[in-house]
Nanobody
């Protein structure tokens, strides 16, 4: 499984950005895809997840109402649309995949993409 995350950058507080994660190497219909972030000096934190088959989404309370995760089955790509960004959203965002049931423990990880939100 290969996961290629992209889309990070520098944005002002209140702005928007969309992250992408292109997945390859498997048929992902039985997978959950997730975004996990790690801010400087902090532990990794769950952000969002989506069931590839059903499209059901899960969000951390800290991003609920601001972030939207989606998938494009034809492109084998998941997205994280981030709106109303805050400086505390600054982190490296990792795309991850898990085979089977929903869980915060992922089997595969992509490289991170860095988001910086300036105040």
């Amino acid at each position: 499984v290969q996961l290629q995350a992209s889309g990070g950058g520098l944005v002002q507080a209140g702005g928007s950005l969309r992250l992408s994660c292109a997945a390859s190497g498997r048929t992902f219909s039985s997978y959950y895809m997730g975004w996990v972030r790690q801010a400087p000096g902090k532990e990794r934190e769950f952000v969002s997840a989506i069931s590839w088959s059903s499209g059901r989404t899960y969000y951390a309370d800290s991003v609920k109402g601001r972030f939207t995760m989606s998938r494009d089955n034809a492109k084998n790509t998941v997205y994280l649309q981030m709106n109303s960004l805050k400086p505390e959203d600054t982190a490296v965002y990792y795309c991850a995949a898990r085979l089977g049931s929903y869980s915060p423990n992922y089997h595969y990880w992509g490289q991170g993409t860095e988001l910086t939100v300036s105040s």
